[in-house]
T-cell receptor, first 113, second 106 residues
């Protein structure tokens, strides 16, 4: 069964450093998403991406964050100048069509120290 | 703003019991998702439904659009069903509930 692949599974970084979280969506899916889950809290929406541009972003997704699809297959989330409160599990998700079923990656656990 | 509420937050059952997890949402939505999250953190999609009822194995999901309410049922529960079950409403994005931690004891 097709799956969404996320790398790395764990990342520890120093506060102030930049991190790039990577996702390989299912090949014929068109809608891509990043969500995050701070430990003990509910999953929160960060950003959606369609047709090579951001279609929607939450208030969390400020100038510290960026997304891109550099080579037509990978979908990346970059966090600049990480803060302690960026520590969370970050999930990539995709869907074949809008309001279609989602497939999620297994997540990247980011720890900022 | 859509709010998604789940109950109960925690549920402990004996193997074989019938389990129900409830979800309510505050505004009209295009679909409601039920998801499963295992201790490692990964999220698996169980159901997406916009009306009526869906069944997959021992899992059944129902939705009442008028009452803005959905339920997830597990029949003949088993310890391997132990996980966090999350409902999420669908519009242009998913809005997640807090999740229900289910523990099924042998």
């Amino acid at each position: 069964e097709p799956e969404v692949t996320q790398t790395p599974s764990h990342q520890v970084t120093q506060m102030g450093q930049e991190v790039i979280l990577r996702c390989v969506p299912i090949s014929n899916h068109l809608y891509f998403y990043w969500y995050r889950q701070i430990l003990g809290q509910k999953v929160e929406f960060l950003v959606s991406f369609y047709n090579n541009e951001i279609s929607e972003k939450s208030e969390i997704f400020d100038d510290q964050f960026s997304v891109e699809r550099p080579d037509g297959s990978n979908f990346t989330l970059k966090i600049r100048s990480t803060k302690l409160e960026d520590s969370a599990m970050y999930f990539c998700g995709d869907a074949a069509e809008l309001n279609y079923g989602y497939t999620f990656g297994s997540g990247t656990r980011l720890t900022v120290v | 703003k859509n709010e998604v509420e789940q109950s109960p937050q925690n549920l402990t059952a004996q193997e074989g019991e019938f389990i129900t997890i409830n979800c309510s949402y505050s505004v009209g939505i295009s679909a409601l998702h039920w998801l499963q999250q295992h201790p490692g953190g990964g999220i698996v999609s169980l159901f997406m439904l916009s009306s009526g009822k869906k069944k997959h194995g021992r899992l059944i999901a129902t939705i009442n659009i008028q009452e803005k309410h959905s339920s997830l049922h597990i029949t003949a529960s088993h310890p391997r069903d132990s996980a966090v079950y999350i409902c999420a409403s669908s519009g242009s994005r998913l809005t997640f509930g807090e999740g229900t931690q289910l523990t099924v004891n042998p």
